[in-house]
């Protein structure tokens, strides 16, 4: 019998490997499908290399690793969290989402609102159901599509929750006073922390508006928006940054300001007693205080009860002071040449 040939001999070890290793190959697609998974759901599961979370040392610390793994926790907080840190808490993070409406798209309306707490629980994720005709769902950012907008819930309850819950406590956001506007809401100066500003302020970014990627891959060594923006991992990584610098961005508003009172050296100080001035008829300027009886003055005066009304006289043409009492007694002459004489009895 003669030897099969070389193709033969190939084609057998072509069929033996693939009738011993089907499995192998499901395996390998499984595992190249779930890592496709994974990184299109990146608020769901940690990427590879970050620490998992053990106890409170490391969901409560504010080291890089610890808010490296803030970022990427399970949606809506980590298995590990107590309930008392599911709380809202003294401190939050806003995120919005944003589409297009009107002519080509320009003019932004809301469209998702995403807030989480200090250690990164979710207390709202909520699509807002919009108004007007969208004509750009600009999903290769936003990552929104139409599909979203079927559970969605009205502005007007959107808006309602989350000014509840800014309400006495401090918000963290970058650039947020576009997260405000677009919620149409306000929130006092002194309880916002916007990354965007204080990175500048304090010489961690060169330019005056860095964007909240560049600052979490500086500051934290980790990747965001590479392709769809999530709001929830968003305002989780604003979170992470505000705890990795709270230590120095706090000082500046720790200086309280100092009211003094007014009427706190007088109170101290036995009253003075105050001087007025009063002029009397002769032009003299006279002082009394009000301690003292006021003195009888000579000049005639009107009393208003607060003080002593004094009316000067006026005086001649020639600066001689008051007229001559009864000058009339004397009008005409005798021996002077007047044409008449008047005199009075009296």
Same mark, same amino acid.
């Given at each position: ?10 084609? &057998?070890?072509?069929?033996? +490997? ?5 499995? &192998?190959?499901?395996?390998k697609?499984q ?8 990184s299109?759901?990146s608020?769901?599961?940690?990427p ?17 690793e610890?808010?490296?793994?803030l ?9 590990? =969290?107590p ?13 919005c ?5 009107? @002519? ?8 998702? !609102? ?12 909520e ?9 750009d769902?600009r ?11 079927i559970n969605?819930?009205?502005?007007e ?7 509840e =819950?800014? /309400? ?11 997260? =405000? ?5 306000? #929130? ?7 990354t ?6 304090h ?8 964007? =909240?990627?560049?600052?979490? #891959? ?22 992470a ?13 720790? %200086? ?7 009427n706190?050296?007088?109170? %101290?100080? @036995?009253? +003075? ?10 032009? !003299?300027?006279?002082?009394?205080t ?7 003055? /000579? ?6 009860g ?7 006289? +006026? ?7 008051s007229? /001559? ?22």
């Amino acid at each position: 019998m003669s030897q099969p040939s070389g193709n033969w001999l190939s084609l &057998q070890k072509r069929l033996r +490997a693939t009738s011993t290793s089907p499995v &192998q190959s499901r395996n390998k697609r499984q595992k190249r499908s779930d890592n496709t998974l994974s990184s299109s759901t990146s608020s769901n599961v940690a990427p590879s290399g970050f620490p998992s979370p053990v106890g409170n040392a490391v969901l409560h610390g504010d080291t890089v690793e610890a808010l490296r793994f803030l970022i990427y926790s399970p949606t809506p907080f980590s298995p590990d =969290l107590p309930p008392k840190d599911r709380q809202p808490g003294p401190y939050i993070a806003l995120d919005c989402e944003m589409v297009g409406v009107g @002519p080509m798209g320009r003019e932004s309306t809301l469209a998702r !609102v995403s807030v989480v707490n200090y250690f990164g629980a979710v207390l709202l994720d909520e699509f807002v159901r919009q108004k007007e005709r969208v004509t750009d769902w600009r999903t290769q950012w936003s990552g929104i599509r139409a599909r979203d907008m079927i559970n969605a819930k009205t502005f007007e309850e959107v808006q309602g929750v989350v000014a509840e =819950l800014m /309400k006495d406590r401090i918000l963290v956001g970058h650039a947020i006073q576009n997260d =405000l506007k677009a919620l149409m809401l306000s #929130h006092p100066r002194a309880q916002i922390r916007d990354t965007q500003i204080l990175a500048h302020r304090h010489g961690q970014s060169r330019s005056a508006r860095p964007a =909240l990627r560049n600052l979490v #891959h500086d500051m934290l060594g980790a990747k965001i928006q590479e392709g769809e923006h999530s709001s929830v991992i968003d305002a989780r990584a604003t979170m992470a940054i505000y705890r990795l610098n709270r230590g120095q961005w706090e000082k500046g508003y720790a %200086a309280i300001p100092i009211r003094v009172q007014r009427n706190a050296k007088a109170k %101290a100080q @036995p009253k +003075a007693s105050r001087q007025r001035k009063s002029i009397g008829a002769e032009g !003299v300027v006279r002082r009394r205080t009000e301690s003292s009886p006021p003195s009888k003055m /000579k000049s005639k005066g009107v009393s208003s009860g607060l003080s002593t009304i004094v009316h000067r006289q +006026a005086k001649d043409k020639r600066g001689m002071g008051s007229t /001559k009492a009864k000058w009339w007694t004397e009008l005409g002459g005798s021996g002077d040449g007047s044409k008449g004489h008047f005199s009075v009895t009296v």
